[in-house]
C-alpha cells in the first residue's frame, strides 16, 4: 500500500455499502463540531420567529417544518412493559389514552419534511452499522458466558442491546427458553446477601445468626480446562483468525476487515458533519433536555414520595461502581505517604531496586534523595494534578512519580520490578480491605499491557494470582497504551505487527491450552474488557492517503486512534468468539475517547466499543451525541479529572448529558491525582451533587447506571438491581434495591421511545 498524491473526491451520503472498494482510503477527519457561533445564530433565529407569530398560530404546525414533536407528559400514556397483570388494574388503555397516543403518534409523522427523512435515515443506517459491529464482536448482553445463572437464560437473538433488552422489544418474546451456557460458576464465591465486613476475613449470615467463614481463593482448586482441536493464525492484514481442526484455511468466524471498517467510519463521519444533520439533533437534544426540565417540575414531590416509602434504602447504600479507575493511582495520596513511611520504618533493608550496577535498599534509596521518613509530607510526595497540569498531558503523568523520582514509582507502583511487585500488590490489598470495608462501593482497574514482550500477561497473572489479589467488590481492565512510537525509538518493536503480536498472541495461546498459561487462564476470569488510552490531544500527523498493514508499519509515526481502535477490536472480536465457543467468559471494548482530539476518535468508538470513558467532547458534535443516546452507549465521566486537564469543572457536559437521557455515569480516574478523602468514589458524587445541585433521585440513577455499565457478573447485578434489572424502563427497576423512581425510569423509557420511533418512521422519502 503506497501513499496516493490524487485528490479525493468529496464523500457523498447514501445508504449503499461500498466495501467492494479494492483501496483502503482512510477517511479525513471531519468538522462535526457544532460550535458557539452555530448555537447563538440558531437560538437567535428560534427567537425572532417566535417573537413574530400570531397567537392564532400557536396551535398549528410551523412552516419549515420543524420537527415540534408535541407530546404529554402525563405518564399514563407511557407504553410500559409487557408486565403480569395484578387484580384491580385495567387490562387495556382507556379510550381517551389510545386516542390521544394515536394523535400525538399522527403529529410526528405529519411534522417530518423530505430533509428531516433524509437525515433521520441517515441516523437509523449508522445505527445499524454499530448494531452490526457489536454483534460481530459478541459484546451483548446474553452473548458472554458470565451473563448465563440460574435465572437468566440470554435473550432472543435481535432484541439484545450491550446493556439489556432493546427499548422497543416485546419483552415477552425477547426471553430466551433455555441457555446455550452452563451456568456460570464466581470463584471465590460470593459472600451471602446479608454479611458484616470483618477483618478476619468473615462473613456473617445475620438472617439465620449463622457465622459462615468467607470463601478464600486458592489457585489449587481452580478447573484448568484441557487444549482445544482449534487453531489460529495472525492474517497478513494484522488480525488473528481461528480456522477448523481440518487444516482448512477459511476463517471459521466473519470478523469485519479494516477496509469495511473504514468505509463504515467515514459514512459515519459523513452523517454527523452534514449542516441538516447536525442542525435538527441540536433541535432534539434541545427539546429533550427541555422536557426533562419540565418533568422534572412536575415529578419532583412524586419522586421524592417513592423514595421515603423504600425502608432501609438510601444514597450510601446503594450499590455503585468506579467503572474507571486506574490502577497505579487506585489510592489517595495520604494513604500512598502512609503506606511508604511504614515501608521505610518496618523494612529499610529490604533490596527493592538494581541501579548504577548495585542492588539498593530501600534506606540507600531514601538516603540518595536526603530524605527520612519525617521528611515526608503531601507536598513532598508533590503528586498532586494542580494548575501547571492544565492541557499539559505531559506534566500530568509525571505526576505519577512521587517526590518526581521515577525510581519510587518502580518500587512502589510497578508489577515488573526488582521485588517483583511485593510492595505494590500490599498496597492493592489494603484498597480493596477499605472497599470491602465500605461494602456498596465497587471498583473495576485498569492494569497495563504495553505490548513491549509477550511475556507481560504471564507477569500480571502471576503477581494477582501469586499474591491472591482477589477481592468481591473488584474486577479488571486491562488498558493498553498507544505508545507503538515510544517503543519502536527504544527499539523493543520493529513494526506494529509486533505490538498486535504481544498483546493478543498470549491470549489465543490460553484458549487454546490453558494449561500452556494457567495463571493467566484464572486471571482472565476477572478481567472484564479492554481499554485503549494515551494523551488523545497529540496531533495525529498524516503522512498517508492509505495506511500500510501493521506488517508494513515500520514508520516512527504512531498510528493514528481510528487505527488502533480497529485492531484492538478485530483481534478481541476473534477472540470472543473462540472463548464463547469454549464456555469462557468474554470481553468488551471500553476505550477512552472524547476527552480531546478529532470527532473520529469518538466515531471509532461509537461504531466497536461497548461504552467509553469522558465523551466530554460529545458537547460539540450533536449529531454524534444524538446517535450515543438512541443507542444508550454508557459513558463514565469525571468531572473532576477533565477539571484538572482539559475543562472547568463548570463547563462540564455532565449535567446536560445527564438532562438529555445518555447513559452516563460518575467515576474517579485517578484518585492520587485528583481526590483528597478515602472515599473518591463518593467525593466525586458529593461534587456533582453540590456543584450541579442534583436531587437525591438523580444521584441513586447515576449509580444504577455505573452498575449496568460495569462487567459485573450476572449473579451479582441480580442482586445488586433487581431480578430483572436488564428490561428498559420501569419494569427492570427494583426500588428496593436501587432507591431510582420508577416515574424517573418510566419517563426516561417514553422519550427514548418516541425517538426511536422518530428516527425509525419509514415515509418513503429517497436519500440523495
Not at 428560534?46 to 404529554?72: F, I, L, M, N, P
Not at 442491546?161 to 464465591?189: H, L, M
Not at 441538516?276 to 417540575?297: C, D, G, H, N, V
Not at 479488571?476 to 498486535?500: A, C, N
Amino acid at each position: 500500500m503506497q501513499s496516493d498524491s490524487e485528490p479525493e473526491s468529496p464523500p457523498q451520503l447514501s445508504l449503499s455499502n461500498h466495501t467492494n472498494n479494492e483501496d483502503i482510503h482512510v477517511p479525513e477527519p471531519r468538522d462535526g463540531f457544532y460550535g458557539y457561533t452555530d448555537e447563538k445564530s440558531l437560538q437567535h433565529m428560534e427567537e425572532k420567529r417566535w417573537a413574530h407569530r400570531r397567537a392564532s398560530d400557536v396551535s398549528t404546525v410551523v412552516a419549515d417544518g420543524g420537527a415540534q414533536v408535541a407530546g404529554s407528559l402525563k405518564l399514563t400514556a407511557i407504553p410500559e412493559p409487557q408486565m403480569p397483570h395484578k387484580p384491580g388494574e385495567p387490562l387495556f388503555y382507556k379510550d381517551e389514552e389510545r386516542t390521544r397516543t394515536a394523535q400525538a403518534q399522527a403529529q410526528i409523522h405529519a411534522t417530518i419534511t423530505p430533509e428531516y427523512a433524509r437525515v433521520f435515515q441517515l441516523f437509523q443506517r449508522a445505527l445499524e452499522l454499530r448494531d452490526k459491529y457489536i454483534f460481530k464482536s459478541l459484546q451483548r448482553l446474553g452473548d458472554d458466558p458470565r451473563h448465563h445463572d440460574d435465572h437468566f437464560h440470554g435473550i432472543t437473538e435481535g432484541y439484545a442491546d450491550v446493556a439489556g433488552v432493546k427499548p422497543d422489544a416485546n419483552f415477552a418474546s425477547a426471553r430466551a427458553e433455555y441457555s446455550t451456557c452452563q451456568p456460570w460458576k464466581i470463584y471465590p464465591k460470593p459472600p451471602p446477601p446479608h454479611w458484616r465486613f470483618n477483618s478476619k476475613k468473615q462473613a456473617a449470615a445475620t438472617a439465620d445468626g449463622l457465622d459462615n467463614l468467607e470463601e478464600e481463593f486458592e489457585f489449587d482448586k481452580c478447573d484448568i480446562p484441557s487444549p482445544h482441536e482449534w487453531t489460529f493464525e495472525l492474517d497478513d492484514k494484522g488480525v488473528y483468525q481461528i480456522y477448523p481442526a481440518n487444516g482448512e484455511k477459511t476463517p471459521i468466524f466473519d470478523i469485519p476487515t479494516i477496509r469495511e471498517y473504514f468505509v463504515d467510519l467515514d459514512f459515519v463521519l459523513s452523517v454527523i458533519s452534514d449542516g441538516p444533520a447536525k442542525s435538527i439533533a441540536y433541535r432534539r437534544l434541545k427539546y429533550l433536555t427541555s422536557q426533562f426540565e419540565m418533568y422534572s417540575l412536575l415529578n419532583e414531590s412524586q419522586e421524592l414520595a417513592e423514595m421515603k416509602s423504600v425502608p432501609h434504602r438510601d444514597f450510601y447504600n446503594v450499590r455503585k461502581v468506579d467503572t474507571h479507575v486506574h490502577l497505579a493511582s487506585c489510592m489517595n495520596q495520604k494513604h500512598l505517604l502512609r503506606f511508604i513511611k511504614s515501608k521505610m520504618k518496618r523494612d529499610p533493608d529490604d533490596v527493592v531496586i538494581f541501579r548504577d550496577g548495585a542492588e539498593l535498599t530501600l534506606e540507600q534509596v531514601f538516603r540518595s534523595l536526603n530524605l527520612s521518613a519525617y521528611d515526608l509530607s503531601i507536598d513532598t510526595l508533590d503528586m498532586h494534578a494542580h494548575q501547571d497540569s492544565f492541557h499539559r498531558f505531559d506534566k500530568f503523568n509525571l505526576k505519577y512519580n512521587p517526590i518526581g523520582e521515577s525510581r519510587l514509582r518502580e518500587i512502589f507502583l510497578k508489577i515488573d520490578n526488582k521485588i517483583d511487585g511485593r510492595y505494590f500488590a500490599e498496597l492493592t490489598k489494603e484498597v480493596m480491605a477499605d472497599l470491602e470495608q465500605s461494602k456498596y462501593q465497587n471498583c473495576e482497574w485498569r492494569v497495563s499491557i504495553y505490548g513491549r514482550s509477550e511475556d507481560e500477561w504471564d507477569k500480571v497473572a502471576r503477581w494477582v494470582v501469586n499474591n491472591k489479589l482477589y477481592s468481591h467488590n473488584v474486577r479488571w481492565l486491562i488498558q493498553v497504551p498507544r505508545l507503538y512510537h515510544v517503543y519502536k525509538e527504544s527499539g523493543s518493536v520493529k513494526t506494529f505487527e509486533d505490538v498486535v503480536i504481544n498483546v493478543f498472541k498470549p491470549l489465543f495461546e490460553v484458549t487454546k491450552d490453558p494449561t500452556s498459561h494457567p495463571e493467566l487462564h484464572v486471571f482472565l476470569q476477572r478481567v472484564v474488557g479492554f481499554d485503549s488510552v494515551d494523551d488523545e490531544s497529540k496531533a495525529e500527523r498524516r503522512i498517508h492517503r492509505k495506511f500500510p498493514y501493521p506488517r508494513l508499519w515500520d514508520l516512527n509515526q504512531n498510528p493514528p486512534f481510528s487505527y488502533w481502535i480497529y485492531y484492538m477490536y478485530a483481534n478481541m472480536a476473534s477472540l470472543n468468539h473462540w472463548r464463547q465457543a469454549r464456555g469462557f467468559n468474554t470481553f468488551v471494548f471500553r476505550p477512552h475517547a472524547g476527552e480531546a482530539g478529532d470527532t473520529d476518535h469518538l466515531t471509532a468508538a461509537f461504531l466497536t466499543s461497548h461504552s467509553i470513558s469522558h465523551g466530554i467532547l460529545l458537547r460539540k458534535v450533536p449529531a454524534l451525541q444524538y446517535l450515543f443516546y438512541l443507542r444508550q452507549i454508557g459513558l463514565a465521566m469525571s468531572p473532576l479529572s477533565n477539571n484538572a486537564l482539559f475543562l472547568t469543572y463548570e463547563r462540564n457536559p455532565l449535567p446536560d448529558f445527564f438532562k438529555v437521557g445518555l447513559n452516563v455515569s460518575l467515576s474517579t480516574d485517578d484518585p492520587l491525582q485528583f481526590h483528597f478523602t478515602k472515599e473518591p468514589l463518593l467525593e466525586e458524587y458529593s461534587v456533582a451533587a453540590h456543584i450541579y445541585k442534583l436531587p437525591q433521585s438523580s444521584l441513586a440513577e447515576l449509580a444504577r447506571n455505573s452498575v449496568i455499565q460495569s462487567g459485573f457478573e450476572m449473579e451479582i447485578k441480580r442482586h445488586w438491581l433487581g431480578q430483572e434489572w436488564y428490561l428498559p424502563g420501569a419494569a427492570g427497576n427494583d426500588i428496593h434495591k436501587t432507591n431510582v423512581p420508577n416515574t424517573r425510569l418510566a419517563y426516561r423509557h417514553r422519550t427514548l421511545i418516541e425517538e426511536l420511533q422518530l428516527v425509525n418512521q419509514k415515509v418513503g422519502v429517497p436519500v440523495s
